[in-house]
């Protein structure tokens, strides 16, 4: 769900990838490509073989992250990508690895 806040609209999702995602450099990855863009969330391993991404920002920067996540790094082999749009809470300072 997107909030307003001045001339920007922000956003939120929570994603959980699938795949060959973990053992890759998957959540290096993510991190430096949410930096890069100027999103901030987290990423982290989980124990079913997911990656689970949080990440909140402005809306273009933020879709461009989530298909960035759809394709993942180069070792990665991503099969699905579940996403659940979420309304803004603006929580985050920056972008982190969780482990």
Do not use: C
Request: no cysteine; charged share 30%.
């Amino acid at each position: 769900m997107a909030q307003d806040i001045g001339n920007s609209t922000k956003e939120r999702f929570h994603a959980l990838i699938s795949g060959r995602v973990q053992g890759v450099s998957f959540r290096y990855y993510a991190r430096e490509m949410a930096r890069g863009l100027g999103v901030t969330g987290y990423v982290r391993n989980r124990n079913d073989g997911m990656v689970e991404v949080v990440a909140e920002g402005e809306a273009d920067p933020l879709r461009q992250f989530l298909s960035w996540l759809r394709a993942g790094p180069r070792l990665a082999r991503v099969e699905g990508v579940d996403v659940t749009w979420e309304s803004f809470e603006d929580e985050f300072r920056a972008f982190e690895v969780r482990y």
